[in-house]
């Protein structure tokens, strides 16, 4: 293999570009962590590209990477992981590539999103045999550690093949931390987990990130990250559509107009009732539906019972039009 | 490390490749020539073949012919194929392991997996049959070609298991199309056939026995043994280290 190339020499264009773009580093500004960055980060598969021009730094503390399916979010932490190499740009993990070095894999830990484990290995053997793939000289102790931070416990002696989901996904995360790696880098971790795992799971991640560890969680949920992740990467069709301040996007997000469809006993005098609320800004009549827009969707769902009341109107249906996540993510790029 | 071989990944290989369900499956195949010869011995007139010819037939036949590139192509598609149908490589990936150190792990596996298969697929006829004229010496140098044997078909499975996913189909049709079919109706492709250098070496080794005679010469099976065994190592590092691997882990 080559030696591991020096970022700064062998990117001498991309560097400056990075630095300049203060508002893609992302995370604790803190020198002398772990860091993941990636400049200009493009990966395409022939005509297809997945992941487009994307330069960011990931510092200690957990980072979301949010987007819809297919937004390209597997391919750009698979490239962090090192196991595709960029097409063009470059992904570095604290200075070295990430592809074609797997001297990186001492730093990092990955949690793939497939489910897939050696189904006919006990919990622990499977654990313990990526502490030994790891080179740990305390492999045991190690094995035990991480079956505990994820409290599989009861459950290590038994085949992997018998797991529920979410034990699959705890024994995929015990895996990856037994080497306790600086990166973690976590595609689609809560899939298959009850509230209750998911909330100890957070627990952990955030242990993880408090004792100085980049934690990547990529998901495609807004809301299953929660308050976790103080910082938010935003991908949409293999663009970064947005990064920065989770409670920041979190507000654009809940700030933009929330489009309702109601169906009630006499729409058109609803609808000009509406029209003299503030929070209202539009409203159409079609298809025998009355469509509302509306700035303050708290405000709005407050005061439609109240009016219809007083109008004397009867309603039968109100139904949020526009709350999928694609729409929201669309909403974010068209600013 | 710099350790050729990763006794991790070979404990992981292992592992995959004698589930019980496949465990039962080589045993079943190893002792088949055994109920063979048994079956042979069982009969009262023999259809007048000796002992001797008939075990030679069936080592050059059925173990050799059929056996040996059977069991390696379980092994050396399985060494990685399992992995690549459950989309669980990338646990070996993600690992401060070379690459090569996981082909030549998975292959040390397919070799000795193949030729542990081997063994009593060789040994237990013989000792069926009684001793007779087949001296052991001649069985040992029946183990010793299909030990080549081993080892060359395992460096042409082990990167078609990499390659593709349907490695098996296609290491079967290889054994059927190259080996079977054509380097019977083609001379010159018994040059290209594993089965043919097993027999080579056999025959070498014994300093001839009429039942084996072999069709390529001693030199052959050394250019193209070795032609083989480093361009098959080399290819399969060559794609486990390209091996990029989003859709498929």
Redesign the interface.
């Known amino acids: 293999?080559s030696a591991p190339a020096t970022p700064v020499a062998a990117h001498p264009a991309t560097t400056p570009a990075l630095d300049s773009k203060a508002g893609d580093r992302i995370g604790d500004a803190g020198s002398g962590g772990p860091r993941v960055t990636l400049a200009s980060a493009s990966r395409w598969y022939g005509n297809v590209v997945?992941v487009n021009d994307i330069s960011c730094s990931i510092t200690p503390g957990i980072t979301a990477l949010l987007g819809p399916n297919g937004a390209g979010k597997?391919?750009l932490l698979?490239m962090m992981?090192?196991?595709?190499?960029p097409s063009a740009g470059s992904v570095e993990i604290d200075g070295i590539a990430a592809f074609?070095h797997?001297?990186?894999?001492?730093t990092?830990?990955?949690v793939?999103e497939?489910e897939?484990?050696?189904?006919?290995?006990t919990g622990r053997e499977f654990v313990r045999?990526?502490a030994?793939?790891?080179?740990l000289s305390n492999a045991d102790e190690a094995t035990d550690k991480a079956i505990a931070a994820v409290g599989l416990d009861e459950a290590q002696h038994r085949r992997v093949g018998t797991y529920s989901k979410g034990m699959r996904q705890r024994i995929k995360v015990a895996?990856a931390l037994v080497h306790e790696p600086r990166v973690l880098l976590l595609d689609e971790p809560f899939n298959g987990m009850d509230p209750g795992q998911r909330m100890q799971m957070a627990a952990l991640l955030r242990r993880l990130a408090a004792d100085g560890r980049v934690v990547l969680i990529s998901s495609h949920i807004l809301e299953e990250l929660g308050d976790l992740a103080a910082n938010v990467l935003v991908m949409v069709d293999g663009r970064l559509a947005a990064s920065g301040d989770f409670r920041e996007i979190r507000r654009l997000m809940t700030d933009r107009p929330h489009s309702f469809t109601v169906r009630s006993s006499d729409d058109r005098r609803l609808g000009a009732t509406l029209l003299a609320e503030p929070t209202v800004y539009s409203i159409e009549l079609a298809d025998g539906e009355l469509r509302v827009r509306t700035m303050d969707r708290g405000a709005f769902t407050r005061s439609l019972p109240r009016l219809a009341r007083d109008a004397n109107i009867r309603l039968h249906e109100l139904r949020p039009t526009d709350e999928s996540l694609e729409s929201v993510f669309s909403y974010l790029v068209a600013r | 490390m710099s350790a050729p071989v990763n006794r991790t990944v070979m404990w992981l290989t292992f592992r995959q490749l004698f589930v019980p369900r496949r465990l039962v499956m080589a045993l079943l195949l190893a002792v088949l020539p055994a109920l063979v010869a048994a079956l042979y011995h069982a009969h009262p007139n023999r259809n007048g073949i000796s002992a001797d010819v008939f075990l030679d037939g069936m080592y050059a036949r059925f173990v050799v012919g059929v056996l040996l590139p059977l069991a390696a192509v379980l092994f050396g598609t399985g060494a990685f194929g399992l992995d690549l149908d459950e989309g669980t490589l990338v646990y070996l990936l993600v690992k401060p392991l070379r690459r090569w150190q996981v082909v030549l792990s998975r292959y040390l596996v397919a070799v000795t997996a193949t030729a542990l298969l081997m063994v009593p697929a060789i040994l237990l006829p013989w000792l069926i049959m009684g001793t007779g004229t087949t001296t052991f010496s001649s069985v040992l140098s029946v183990a010793a070609g299909a030990g080549v044997g081993c080892i060359l078909y395992s460096a042409i499975f082990i990167p078609l298991g990499i390659a593709s996913k349907r490695a098996l189909v296609f290491g079967l049709l290889y054994i059927v199309v190259l080996e079977e079919v054509m380097s019977n109706q083609i001379e010159g492709a018994k040059s290209l056939s594993v089965r043919e250098y097993v027999l080579s070496v056999i025959h070498a080794i014994r300093g001839g026995a009429p039942t084996l005679v072999p069709h390529v010469s001693m030199s052959t099976v050394w250019v193209m043994g070795t032609i083989i065994f480093v361009g098959g190592l080399a290819l399969a590092i060559r794609k486990l280290s390209a091996f990029e691997a989003a859709e498929r882990l």
């Open positions: 293999m997945a597997s391919t698979h992981a090192g196991l595709l190499s074609g797997p001297g990186i894999y001492r990092v830990g990955l793939p497939r897939a484990v050696h189904a006919m290995l045999m990526n030994r793939l790891q080179e895996a």
